[in-house]
């Protein structure tokens, strides 16, 4: 994919996002990605932040900022622990497999009920995709998908996230949260994900 088209995928898919009521940031690394994600728990006086097991979120707990707030990933905690840490955390981060620009849908698979439940349970969901997640349409993803299901062995749980938890059953109300979270931030890194990561 060219740069240009590259731009016009990376357009596209912020507008969807936004257009979901989502909340779209554009930084550089996984150092930026650090620095927003400590600014929004200051913001709202957050006391836990939960991390996904995948190898991106291990990468960003290292440079998270200490705050006064306590971090838990999945890949350094025990299950118990992580599982106490979700329960009450305020904020949950994850990375994405791919990032549907079309649409502005997130598409995460998981083979562990704990990372899908990072990005349902807390308040606010925190979404990290590497510019090369981004797949301009839905079709694109599928030959992802297809491959995934087929060569993961057990069960495997794929999530398609398009905007923060709402419903409008009550009285035509739209009420965000109820479902899961009330917030979601997508941050697009200007970073290729490492090979094998």
Excluded at 10 to 18: D, G, I, L, P, T
Excluded at 33 to 47: G, H, P, V
Excluded at 140 to 162: F, H, K, M, Q, W
Aim: proline share 4%; glycine share 6%.
């Amino acid at each position: 994919m060219s740069s240009f088209d590259r731009e016009s995928v990376a357009s596209r898919f912020s507008a969807q996002v936004k257009l979901a009521a989502g909340r779209f940031e554009r930084l550089s690394d996984l150092k930026g990605a650090s620095a927003y994600i400590t600014k929004i728990a200051l913001a709202r006086n957050a006391k836990r932040i939960v991390l996904s097991g995948d190898s991106i979120s291990s990468e960003l707990l290292n440079q998270i900022v200490q705050g006064p707030f306590e971090v838990t990933s999945y890949a350094n905690a025990s299950r118990d622990d992580f599982y106490r840490a979700l329960r009450l955390a305020e904020i949950g981060v994850s990375s994405v497999d791919l990032a549907v620009a079309e649409t502005g849908t997130l598409i995460i698979s998981t083979t562990d009920e704990s990372n899908r439940l990072v990005t349902a349970l807390p308040e606010v969901h925190v979404a990290i995709v590497p510019r090369s997640a981004l797949v301009s349409s839905l079709k694109e993803a599928g030959p992802y998908l297809s491959d995934t299901i087929r060569n993961t062995t057990g069960p495997v749980t794929v999530s398609l996230i398009s905007a923060s938890s709402r419903t409008s059953d009550i009285a035509d109300i739209v009420i965000l949260g109820v479902h899961g979270p009330k917030e979601l931030h997508v941050l697009l890194l200007d970073w290729e994900r490492p090979e094998g990561v």
